[in-house]
């Protein structure tokens, strides 16, 4: 039969698989995330201050991603590049959304 790891040795393999792949563990993550957020905020409608957050999206997104990675299909790399970049669309996408409709006003949960 197949042997069964506990709970608590597949979480340590989770956290352990993550803690490698966090992007400020990977350099080409890091420069990549750096890379998009200056080209997006090079585009009308976002301002250089926009660039922490959006930095922040990016690896804020990444990191929810990176338990879907299977190095069967792609290399670590390729994988980065395909959830940076569909962020970026998603970004961009929002931010236009909030333009053709101003009366869509976005409201802080905190308040």
């Not at 990977?26 to 959006?54: E, H, V």
Request: net charge positive.
């Amino acid at each position: 039969m197949f042997e069964q790891s506990s709970p608590s040795q597949r979480r340590r393999k989770e956290l352990e698989h993550m803690q490698w792949m966090q992007p400020q563990n990977n350099q080409y993550a890091a420069r990549l995330i750096r890379f998009k957020a200056r080209q997006l905020c090079r585009r009308p409608g976002f301002t250089p201050s926009d660039r922490a957050d959006i930095e922040q999206e990016f690896r804020v997104d990444l990191l929810e991603r990176l338990p879907r990675f299977d190095a069967g299909k792609a290399q670590l790399n390729t994988f980065i590049a395909r959830v940076i970049e569909r962020k970026a669309a998603s970004i961009v996408r929002h931010r236009t959304a909030e333009k053709r409709a101003p009366e869509r006003e976005e409201c802080s949960l905190n308040d």
